[in-house]
């Protein structure tokens, strides 16, 4: 063995790195890392591996920015339903104004319709007896006119019938 090369337990390389042994015994399973040497049942591993592992977590660094460029696209997204939503409760407060102008319009209508009927039932009740009257003078026409050819029928003969 070679003084430079200087072999580690699972325990000294997960001080070094400032990480638990169960992750760095997690981490070396997923990489497929072998042993350097095996004391009994003590695994030694060279200094390549503290440099593989810190390789690793540079590699998935990466993907903690793309983590962060998703949170960052989430958060866009988040920020543009809201303007939606915004944008959609001032249509709703618009619409709920228009709403109630025409409330009031038909309402005023409303009352409108109601005055006229009341004008075009006192119109009515005030015709009612002139109607009548004026029905009355037509009726006692009628029997005037009436009367009259029937006298003048009266004064004619048989006789004078054709002249």
Do not use: C, H
Request: proline share 2%; no cysteine; aromatic share 8%.
């Amino acid at each position: 063995m070679k003084q430079s090369e200087q072999l580690y337990s699972q325990n000294k390389i997960a001080e070094i790195l400032g990480i638990s042994r169960g992750t760095f015994s997690k981490w070396l399973k997923e990489n497929s890392v072998s042993p350097k040497q095996q004391k009994g049942q003590r695994k030694l591993y060279d200094e390549t591996v503290i440099e593989q592992y810190k390789q690793s977590k540079k590699t998935s660094g990466s993907k903690d920015s793309k983590r962060l460029t998703t949170v960052e696209l989430l958060q866009d997204n988040l920020k543009e339903k809201q303007q939606e939503i915004d944008y959609l409760k001032e249509q709703l407060e618009e619409k709920d104004a228009q709403i109630k102008v025409k409330d009031e319009t038909i309402s005023e209508f409303g009352l409108k319709f109601a005055k006229l009927a009341d004008q075009a039932q006192q119109l009515n009740l005030v015709d009612k007896p002139q109607l009548i009257k004026s029905k009355q003078e037509t009726a006692s026409n009628e029997k005037t006119v009436e009367k009259t050819p029937k006298n003048s029928k009266k004064e004619k003969r048989f006789w004078q019938f054709w002249k």
